[in-house]
Protein backbone atom coordinates (compact mmCIF):
# COMPACT_ATOMS: atom_id res chain seq x y z
CA UNK A 1 0.00 0.00 0.00
CA UNK A 2 1.58 3.22 -1.04
CA UNK A 3 2.05 5.65 1.70
CA UNK A 4 0.22 8.66 1.03
CA UNK A 5 -2.90 6.55 0.35
CA UNK A 6 -2.36 4.98 3.89
CA UNK A 7 -2.05 8.01 5.33
CA UNK A 8 -5.04 9.27 3.75
CA UNK A 9 -7.19 6.48 4.81
CA UNK A 10 -5.93 7.14 8.62
CA UNK A 11 -6.25 9.95 8.63
CA UNK A 12 -9.73 10.20 7.49
CA UNK A 13 -10.66 6.99 10.21
CA UNK A 14 -9.36 9.22 12.70
CA UNK A 15 -11.68 11.85 11.57
CA UNK A 16 -14.77 10.01 11.93
CA UNK A 17 -14.10 8.93 14.84
CA UNK A 18 -13.76 12.50 16.07
CA UNK A 19 -16.85 13.52 14.97
CA UNK A 20 -18.32 10.50 16.57
CA UNK A 21 -17.13 11.64 19.71
CA UNK A 22 -18.98 14.63 22.23
CA UNK A 23 -15.51 16.88 22.25
CA UNK A 24 -16.80 20.23 21.48
CA UNK A 25 -12.69 21.22 20.86
CA UNK A 26 -11.33 21.72 18.49
CA UNK A 27 -13.11 23.07 15.97
CA UNK A 28 -14.41 19.83 12.90
CA UNK A 29 -16.07 20.36 9.69
CA UNK A 30 -16.32 17.67 7.08
CA UNK A 31 -14.10 15.81 8.52
CA UNK A 32 -11.23 18.17 8.85
CA UNK A 33 -9.85 19.49 11.80
CA UNK A 34 -7.85 22.59 13.07
CA UNK A 35 -5.91 23.47 15.92
CA UNK A 36 -4.43 26.34 17.37
CA UNK A 37 -0.69 25.93 18.36
CA UNK A 38 0.19 29.17 20.82
CA UNK A 39 4.19 29.85 21.37
CA UNK A 40 6.61 31.74 23.40
CA UNK A 41 8.32 32.76 20.66
CA UNK A 42 8.27 36.57 18.09
CA UNK A 43 6.38 35.79 14.98
CA UNK A 44 8.52 34.00 12.62
CA UNK A 45 11.78 33.62 14.94
CA UNK A 46 14.86 31.88 12.91
CA UNK A 47 14.59 28.54 14.24
CA UNK A 48 12.20 28.34 17.20
CA UNK A 49 9.50 30.01 15.57
CA UNK A 50 10.07 28.65 12.26
CA UNK A 51 10.21 24.91 13.40
CA UNK A 52 6.80 25.36 15.16
CA UNK A 53 5.54 26.86 11.86
CA UNK A 54 7.54 24.32 9.96
CA UNK A 55 5.71 21.24 12.18
CA UNK A 56 2.39 22.97 10.99
CA UNK A 57 3.71 22.47 7.61
CA UNK A 58 4.49 18.99 8.18
CA UNK A 59 1.11 17.99 9.85
CA UNK A 60 -0.89 19.64 7.30
CA UNK A 61 0.90 18.08 4.27
CA UNK A 62 1.13 14.32 5.81
CA UNK A 63 -2.82 14.85 6.38
CA UNK A 64 -3.61 15.95 2.87
CA UNK A 65 -4.94 19.18 4.77
CA UNK A 66 -7.37 16.81 6.99
CA UNK A 67 -5.13 18.38 9.95
CA UNK A 68 -4.70 21.98 9.88
CA UNK A 69 -2.73 23.66 12.68
CA UNK A 70 -2.54 27.31 13.21
CA UNK A 71 0.28 28.98 14.39
CA UNK A 72 0.06 32.25 16.70
CA UNK A 73 3.52 33.88 18.04
CA UNK A 74 3.84 35.47 21.33
CA UNK A 75 1.41 37.85 22.40
CA UNK A 76 -1.17 37.24 19.26
CA UNK A 77 -3.80 34.67 21.35
CA UNK A 78 -1.93 34.47 24.70
CA UNK A 79 0.80 35.68 25.68
CA UNK A 80 4.55 33.92 25.89
CA UNK A 81 4.20 32.64 28.95
CA UNK A 82 0.20 31.77 29.26
CA UNK A 83 0.64 29.28 26.56
CA UNK A 84 0.89 26.34 28.99
CA UNK A 85 -2.37 27.10 31.21
CA UNK A 86 -4.29 27.71 27.96
CA UNK A 87 -3.36 24.54 26.77
CA UNK A 88 -3.83 23.03 29.93
CA UNK A 89 -7.28 24.19 30.21
CA UNK A 90 -8.54 24.05 26.89
CA UNK A 91 -8.30 27.29 25.23
CA UNK A 92 -5.68 26.60 22.54
CA UNK A 93 -4.99 23.14 21.60
CA UNK A 94 -0.93 22.93 21.62
CA UNK A 95 1.74 24.73 22.76
CA UNK A 96 5.64 25.05 21.29
CA UNK A 97 7.79 26.45 24.55
CA UNK A 98 10.80 25.06 26.33
CA UNK A 99 9.47 23.22 29.50
CA UNK A 100 11.35 24.68 31.62
CA UNK A 101 9.47 28.12 31.67
CA UNK A 102 7.34 26.04 34.16
CA UNK A 103 8.61 25.12 37.17
CA UNK A 104 7.11 27.09 39.05
CA UNK A 105 4.48 24.14 38.37
CA UNK A 106 6.87 21.82 38.90
CA UNK A 107 10.76 21.97 39.39
CA UNK A 108 11.06 18.91 37.35
CA UNK A 109 10.01 20.28 34.22
CA UNK A 110 13.47 21.41 33.63
CA UNK A 111 14.62 18.07 32.93
CA UNK A 112 12.83 17.93 29.69
CA UNK A 113 14.35 21.30 28.29
CA UNK A 114 17.99 21.73 29.75
CA UNK A 115 19.38 21.62 32.78
CA UNK A 116 23.17 23.27 33.82
CA UNK A 117 25.26 20.78 32.75
CA UNK A 118 23.46 18.20 31.89
CA UNK A 119 22.32 16.24 28.60
CA UNK A 120 23.44 17.23 24.82
CA UNK A 121 20.95 17.09 22.46
CA UNK A 122 21.80 13.51 21.18
CA UNK A 123 21.85 12.22 25.30
CA UNK A 124 18.07 13.93 25.56
CA UNK A 125 16.60 11.99 22.63
CA UNK A 126 18.25 8.93 24.28
CA UNK A 127 16.80 9.43 27.27
CA UNK A 128 13.36 10.16 26.12
CA UNK A 129 13.34 7.46 23.56
CA UNK A 130 15.38 4.44 25.38
CA UNK A 131 16.20 5.62 28.44
CA UNK A 132 12.42 6.11 30.11
CA UNK A 133 12.48 9.60 30.02
CA UNK A 134 8.91 10.02 27.78
CA UNK A 135 7.36 8.07 30.23
CA UNK A 136 8.22 10.03 33.44
CA UNK A 137 7.53 13.07 30.90
CA UNK A 138 3.95 11.76 30.42
CA UNK A 139 3.50 11.06 33.81
CA UNK A 140 5.06 14.37 34.54
CA UNK A 141 2.77 16.71 31.75
CA UNK A 142 -0.45 14.31 32.84
CA UNK A 143 -0.97 16.06 35.75
CA UNK A 144 -1.62 19.23 34.02
CA UNK A 145 -3.95 17.72 31.33
CA UNK A 146 -1.01 17.92 28.83
CA UNK A 147 1.23 15.55 26.34
CA UNK A 148 4.00 16.40 25.47
CA UNK A 149 6.79 15.81 22.55
CA UNK A 150 10.48 17.01 21.90
CA UNK A 151 9.95 18.79 18.44
CA UNK A 152 13.32 20.80 18.51
CA UNK A 153 17.11 21.21 20.28
CA UNK A 154 18.88 24.18 19.86
CA UNK A 155 22.09 22.42 20.61
CA UNK A 156 24.73 23.60 23.12
CA UNK A 157 24.05 27.17 23.36
CA UNK A 158 26.08 30.67 24.74
CA UNK A 159 26.95 31.51 28.42
CA UNK A 160 25.35 34.78 27.52
CA UNK A 161 25.74 38.50 26.52
CA UNK A 162 27.71 40.92 28.90
CA UNK A 163 27.89 44.66 29.57
CA UNK A 164 31.17 44.10 31.60
CA UNK A 165 33.79 41.21 31.26
CA UNK A 166 33.29 38.03 33.87
CA UNK A 167 36.97 37.44 35.11
CA UNK A 168 35.94 35.86 38.51
CA UNK A 169 33.03 34.20 40.35
CA UNK A 170 32.52 37.48 42.41
CA UNK A 171 31.64 39.13 39.29
CA UNK A 172 28.29 37.73 39.60
CA UNK A 173 27.76 39.33 43.16
CA UNK A 174 24.50 41.67 41.99
CA UNK A 175 24.31 41.14 38.41
CA UNK A 176 20.67 41.09 37.20
CA UNK A 177 20.99 38.32 34.60
CA UNK A 178 18.18 37.12 31.85
CA UNK A 179 18.53 33.49 32.54
CA UNK A 180 15.51 31.01 32.80
CA UNK A 181 15.29 27.27 34.28
CA UNK A 182 17.03 26.08 36.90
CA UNK A 183 20.40 28.30 35.54
CA UNK A 184 18.75 30.68 36.84
CA UNK A 185 18.87 29.29 40.55
CA UNK A 186 22.17 28.38 40.02
CA UNK A 187 23.76 32.36 39.16
CA UNK A 188 21.00 33.32 42.01
CA UNK A 189 23.28 31.14 44.64
CA UNK A 190 26.19 33.24 43.09
CA UNK A 191 25.00 35.98 44.07
CA UNK A 192 23.31 37.53 40.84
CA UNK A 193 20.01 38.22 40.20
CA UNK A 194 17.99 35.93 37.64
CA UNK A 195 15.67 37.51 35.47
CA UNK A 196 12.81 35.25 32.91
CA UNK A 197 11.52 37.29 30.17
CA UNK A 198 10.84 36.15 26.82
CA UNK A 199 12.64 36.53 23.89
CA UNK A 200 10.87 39.24 22.92
CA UNK A 201 11.83 41.66 25.15
CA UNK A 202 15.55 41.18 25.97
CA UNK A 203 17.03 43.79 23.80
CA UNK A 204 14.74 46.42 25.72
CA UNK A 205 15.69 45.34 28.97
CA UNK A 206 19.70 45.43 27.89
CA UNK A 207 19.51 48.58 26.06
CA UNK A 208 17.50 50.53 28.78
CA UNK A 209 19.70 48.68 31.40
CA UNK A 210 16.84 46.89 33.21
CA UNK A 211 19.40 43.86 32.95
CA UNK A 212 23.43 43.51 32.85
CA UNK A 213 23.36 40.25 30.94
CA UNK A 214 21.67 38.12 29.29
CA UNK A 215 21.61 34.77 27.85
CA UNK A 216 19.17 33.79 24.79
CA UNK A 217 20.37 30.73 22.61
CA UNK A 218 23.25 31.07 20.28
CA UNK A 219 24.59 32.62 17.41
CA UNK A 220 22.05 32.63 15.09
CA UNK A 221 19.33 33.84 16.94
CA UNK A 222 21.78 36.20 18.80
CA UNK A 223 22.48 37.96 15.69
CA UNK A 224 19.21 38.39 14.84
CA UNK A 225 18.39 39.94 18.02
CA UNK A 226 21.30 42.49 17.81
CA UNK A 227 22.42 41.86 21.50
CA UNK A 228 25.74 43.02 20.23
CA UNK A 229 24.73 46.26 19.91
CA UNK A 230 24.15 47.04 23.31
CA UNK A 231 26.46 44.12 25.23
CA UNK A 232 30.03 43.68 23.89
CA UNK A 233 31.43 40.61 25.82
CA UNK A 234 29.89 37.14 24.29
CA UNK A 235 30.88 34.39 26.67
CA UNK A 236 31.00 30.42 25.50
CA UNK A 237 29.92 28.22 26.63
CA UNK A 238 26.43 27.56 27.98
CA UNK A 239 26.86 25.81 31.11
CA UNK A 240 23.11 25.94 32.12
CA UNK A 241 21.94 24.65 28.70
CA UNK A 242 23.99 22.07 27.06
CA UNK A 243 20.84 21.16 24.63
CA UNK A 244 17.32 23.03 24.86
CA UNK A 245 14.82 20.51 23.76
CA UNK A 246 11.49 22.31 23.01
CA UNK A 247 8.23 21.06 23.66
CA UNK A 248 5.31 20.43 21.08
CA UNK A 249 2.77 19.98 24.19
CA UNK A 250 -0.87 19.50 23.32
CA UNK A 251 -3.84 19.75 25.14
CA UNK A 252 -4.58 16.05 26.36
CA UNK A 253 -8.57 15.38 25.67
CA UNK A 254 -7.19 17.00 21.74
CA UNK A 255 -4.05 14.22 21.77
CA UNK A 256 -6.39 11.12 23.06
CA UNK A 257 -8.77 12.52 20.36
CA UNK A 258 -6.52 12.18 17.37
CA UNK A 259 -6.49 8.35 17.03
CA UNK A 260 -3.44 6.34 16.68
CA UNK A 261 -2.87 6.60 13.21
CA UNK A 262 -2.45 10.26 14.11
CA UNK A 263 -0.74 10.42 17.29
CA UNK A 264 1.99 8.19 15.22
CA UNK A 265 2.08 10.80 12.81
CA UNK A 266 2.57 13.50 15.28
CA UNK A 267 5.25 11.33 17.02
CA UNK A 268 7.10 10.76 13.93
CA UNK A 269 7.10 14.57 12.58
CA UNK A 270 7.93 15.97 16.05
CA UNK A 271 11.27 13.83 15.91
CA UNK A 272 12.11 14.60 11.83
CA UNK A 273 11.82 18.45 13.33
CA UNK A 274 13.97 18.00 16.63
CA UNK A 275 16.78 16.23 14.49
CA UNK A 276 16.30 18.78 11.76
CA UNK A 277 16.21 21.97 13.74
CA UNK A 278 19.60 20.20 15.75
CA UNK A 279 21.72 20.40 12.20
CA UNK A 280 20.08 23.41 11.66
CA UNK A 281 21.31 25.61 14.06
CA UNK A 282 24.71 23.56 14.34
CA UNK A 283 25.38 25.02 10.49
CA UNK A 284 23.99 28.68 10.94
CA UNK A 285 25.62 29.67 14.17
CA UNK A 286 28.33 28.29 12.87
CA UNK A 287 28.43 30.79 9.99
CA UNK A 288 26.54 33.67 12.56
CA UNK A 289 29.67 33.38 14.95
CA UNK A 290 31.71 34.47 11.92
CA UNK A 291 29.61 37.42 11.47
CA UNK A 292 29.23 38.22 14.77
CA UNK A 293 33.09 38.42 15.89
CA UNK A 294 34.10 39.47 12.11
CA UNK A 295 31.77 42.06 10.72
CA UNK A 296 30.73 43.25 14.33
CA UNK A 297 33.68 43.18 16.64
CA UNK A 298 32.01 40.98 19.29
CA UNK A 299 34.30 40.13 21.70
CA UNK A 300 34.49 36.40 22.53
CA UNK A 301 35.02 35.45 25.96
CA UNK A 302 35.61 31.59 27.73
CA UNK A 303 34.05 31.32 31.00
CA UNK A 304 37.88 30.40 32.96
CA UNK A 305 38.26 26.82 34.08
CA UNK A 306 38.02 27.91 37.93
CA UNK A 307 34.77 30.21 36.85
CA UNK A 308 33.45 26.42 35.91
CA UNK A 309 34.10 24.32 38.24
CA UNK A 310 32.21 26.49 40.66
CA UNK A 311 29.24 27.02 38.67
CA UNK A 312 29.60 23.07 37.94
CA UNK A 313 29.77 22.48 41.95
CA UNK A 314 26.85 24.86 42.74
CA UNK A 315 24.72 22.91 39.76
CA UNK A 316 24.60 19.88 41.23
CA UNK A 317 23.67 21.22 44.62
CA UNK A 318 20.87 22.72 42.57
CA UNK A 319 19.51 19.45 40.72
CA UNK A 320 19.66 17.07 44.05
CA UNK A 321 17.71 19.74 45.82
CA UNK A 322 15.31 19.55 43.24
CA UNK A 323 15.36 15.88 43.23
CA UNK A 324 13.79 15.98 46.82
CA UNK A 325 11.13 18.17 46.05
CA UNK A 326 8.57 14.65 45.91
CA UNK A 327 8.82 11.43 44.94
CA UNK A 328 8.31 12.06 41.16
CA UNK A 329 11.23 14.56 41.07
CA UNK A 330 13.24 11.95 42.45
CA UNK A 331 12.74 9.31 40.10
CA UNK A 332 13.12 12.19 36.93
CA UNK A 333 16.30 13.03 38.80
CA UNK A 334 17.85 8.89 39.22
CA UNK A 335 17.04 8.00 35.45
CA UNK A 336 18.19 11.18 34.08
CA UNK A 337 21.53 10.80 35.44
CA UNK A 338 21.47 7.06 34.49
CA UNK A 339 20.76 7.54 31.27
CA UNK A 340 23.13 10.43 30.75
CA UNK A 341 26.14 8.58 32.44
CA UNK A 342 25.43 5.47 30.32
CA UNK A 343 25.65 7.62 27.61
CA UNK A 344 29.24 9.19 28.42
CA UNK A 345 30.57 6.08 29.17
CA UNK A 346 30.68 5.31 25.46
CA UNK A 347 30.97 8.82 24.14
CA UNK A 348 34.22 8.73 26.41
CA UNK A 349 35.34 5.20 24.59
CA UNK A 350 33.80 5.87 21.03
CA UNK A 351 33.51 9.77 20.02
CA UNK A 352 35.60 12.26 22.03
CA UNK A 353 39.07 10.16 21.08
CA UNK A 354 37.56 10.07 17.57
CA UNK A 355 37.13 13.79 17.50
CA UNK A 356 40.71 14.50 19.07
CA UNK A 357 42.24 12.53 16.16
CA UNK A 358 40.32 14.41 13.32
CA UNK A 359 41.77 17.78 14.55
CA UNK A 360 44.98 16.14 13.07
CA UNK A 361 43.51 15.74 9.59
CA UNK A 362 41.29 18.74 9.17
CA UNK A 363 42.75 21.22 11.54
Not at 141 to 170: P, Y
Not at 184 to 196: D, F, H, M, Y
Not at 287 to 306: C, I, M, N, P, Y
Amino acid sequence: MERRHFLKQATIGAGAAVAASSLSAPAIASGKRKLKMVTTWPKNFPGLGTSAAGFAKDVEKATDGQIRIKVYAAGELVPAFGVFDAVSQGKADLYHAGDYYWQGKHKSYAFFTTVPFGMTANEMYEWLAFGGGQQLWDELSGRFNIKALAGTNTGVQMGGWFKKEINTIDDFQGLRMRIPGLGGEVIKRLGATPVTRPGGEIFLALSQGNIDASEWVGPWNDLAFGFYKVAPYYYTSGFHEPGAAIALGFNKEVWDSLGKANQTLMKTIASHHYIRSLAEYNFRNAKALETLVKKHGVQLRTFSDDIMAQLATTSADVLKDVSQTDDLARRIYESYVRSMKNSSRWQDIAETPYLKARKTVFS
